[in-house]
């Protein structure tokens, strides 16, 4: 490759193509196919040509890969390590075009060589190393991260098997593997002289040393960890980062003593031990409660990737005492706050610290992300199952814990209430370690995802810890990569913003604002329908080609797509559904106007309720979409095996936003932002990132209804008995009935009388309680919807004031506040609303 220097270009529409930079790129593709694929044109299959296009990509990459790292180390800069079980990354093909610049010349190259790049991009299987929102969350900070220069290292899992490929069988939820690497992968580079040793178990020795207590620990399991890289290129191709994930393979693989005694089957059990854990990612709502391989899944990744970052500061620092001047270790939700002890047991272990330096260092290098409030979430531990894996880790964590109640005590003295509600062992379910009080007693700064989120963090789960380390919550409002999520997603979208805002726009969001100046105007209306038109015409094919169900792109379009959780309530959207298709029986001739419900999401396997739920949303569709005395005015959608590329088919076509978690419950939310900007109106609680959506959307451009986070606390209190709001509201009684006696499952009439059950007795998630003020607000949707240019105009003023939900803004927040490590200064500052408004 001779162009080294090479600049990405961004052609303006109708900009011709350079045709030297063509001519090369198709050589180097064609090179490809014949020497690393092995195949030549004329027998290329569609796969072999997307892996030869995208390592012509990858080299290019590379080179600014290697000198962005050289900049980086010869600048002394400080580096970011994000930590994160979970990165649900999607395909990269078109991603990296589109940052590199070569989105367009690519499409034309492949073009003159025979083949579509839409065609080429559906070969990319989806890296779905992660369950949702979290995950998600991530890949869009990778890229963030990547486009403000911030010089950085996302850790994770090789998983063998991402995320399950869900399948809908009768209407019920299967799961099959997801064999993302069957066919390799073309962006990841292996690391062969990358590998680490982990160990797990056996036991502790404490010998004296000039005085000092040094403990030894003489593990009696040793894994390897061995690195794969995959570059991660931020906008415009200035800066490329590294996104590091472990493969874990047993020390000696033969094991040639057992082989050569014929002992093929225990040498071969070992191998699999070992190499359990990177085989599988653990689904998020399943409790991970005494599942010891997820435990080792986290030691794994933490140890690998501490071991990995304390070497390359090693090497350019030559001593420990700076590293939180260097490194900045962000920790995704409580997974990796085995950071906390491994860090202290390699400054004070390994490298002689004493034990309060070692602790001012690893409290100023980690941070900690908060995910979730919900109790059944929070991560913990039994100690048995500690002190049989990880003897030395619980020894640390007990003399931390002691320091810690030393300070407790010292705070409130006698009070044994708040000791115990801060130590990190809980001592009365049997004695376990909370991962959430070491994450954050380790931690120099503790954030939340949304301004709500952070506020209940300081009220409830860390109110006391709050109290004795005052000042470390703070909060950084989830965002979204508009890269991914406007740009790939919504091209269409994205040449009318290019039109109407210049081509500013697509390195500025707050651009978009110029928009603004044109929500009313007829011209600007019209090419933005058309746009939506567009976008909703590709779902409307898509529907018809995986469901065999038609639908008509004129109508609302109103979408629900997430995980599929009770808090989440796709029950309480069914329910409505169900509700509106009485209504619309008992006055076909009504002014309706039709509806297509559209649900996507995964339930974890063993979450039985959830697949339930999932069963119910399809024998109503089965039900409504057949019936004819409907007319057509409602189709129920569930579209299987929800993933990043899923999304990005129907986010760009939504009409509507359904973002309607119990208050209190939906941490922050991102799918929200994606649709608003997108140009879906949101129909919402006031719950996560909704109300700071609301905030800068204006509430007259979302809907919002149900009761607020307060008033879900003080009903619960009261009881989960939903008799009382069920005898006001005929509709919801009348609802309700009909899934109870089988109106939807005739074959089997028993089969939803659990659900019926829990809507009159057990509202936990105050589905009934919200439903009549839920359906009040549909139906104001509807009439909304019956003025076409108010419609829009809300759809375009969503789109303009989405500036500050990009992840850009998130990342110069944790950059600035919590990392200190300087952001390329050509990317725009956005201030928080909350702020300005004082
Ligand atoms: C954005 C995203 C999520 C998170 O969606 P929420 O509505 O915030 O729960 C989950 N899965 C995928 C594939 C996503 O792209």
Known sequence: MQDQSFQPNFPAAGQPIDELALAEIKGTILAKLRLAIGKDAGMATKHDWYQAAALALRDRIVHRWLTAEKHSYDAGRKRVYYLSLEFLIGRLFTDALNNMGLLKIFEVALGDLGVSLPELRKCEPDAALGNGGLGRLAACFMESMATLSIPAIGYGIRYDYGLFRQIINQGWQQEYPDEWLGFGNPWELQRPEVIYDINFGGGVEHVDDKGRDRAIWHPGETVQAIAYDTPIVGWRGQHVNALRLWSARS???????????????????????????????????????????????????????????????????????????????????????????????ILVDLHNFRWDEAWKITVATLSYTNHTLLPEALETWPVELFERLLPRHLEIIYRINVQHLALAEARAPGDIDFRASVSLIDEKSGRRVRMGQLAFVGSHRINGVSAMHSDLMRETVFHDLNHLYPGRITNKTNGITFRRWLMLANPKLTDLLRETCGDAVLD????LSLIEARASDVEFQKKFRSVKLHNKMALARLIGERLGIKVDPSALFDVQIKRIHEYKRQLLNIIETV????????????????????????????????????????????????DPAIGGKLKVVFLPDYNVSLAEVIIPAADLSEQISTAGMEASGTGNMKLSLNGALTIGTLDGANIEIRDHVGAENI???GMEAGDVMIRRKQGLDASDVIRKSPKLQRAINAIGTGEFSPGDPGRFESIAHALRYLDHYMVSADFDSYYEAQRSVDARWQVAPAWTRASILNVARMAWFSSDRTIREYAEEIWTVPVNPTTPLLPNL????G
């Open 579 to 626: 509700a509106l298709y009485q209504s619309i029986k008992d006055d076909p001739d009504g002014n309706w106007v039709p509806r297509v419900k559209i649900f996507a999401g995964k339930a974890a396997a063993s979450y039985r309720y959830a697949k339930l739920i999932i069963k119910l949303i399809n024998d109503v569709a089965e039900v409504v979409n057949n």
């Open 703 to 705: 809907a919002i209804f």
């Open 251 to 345: 020390p000696d693989p033969l094991k040639l003593d057992a082989f050569n005694k014929g002992d093929y089957v225990s040498a071969s059990a070992e191998q699999s031990r070992a190499e359990a854990i990177c085989k599988f990612l653990y689904p998020n709502d399943e409790s991970p409660a005494g599942r010891e391989l997820r435990l080792r899944q986290e030691y794994f990744f933490v140890s690998a990737s501490l071991q990995d970052l304390i070497k390359r500061h090693l090497s350019s620092d030559g001593q420990l005492r700076s590293l939180s001047s260097k490194v900045a270790v962000q920790l995704n939700d409580t997974h990796p706050s085995l950071a906390v002890t491994e860090l202290m047991r």
């Open 508 to 511: 500025d969001p707050t651009q």
């Open 834 to 837: 909350r702020d300005v408004a």
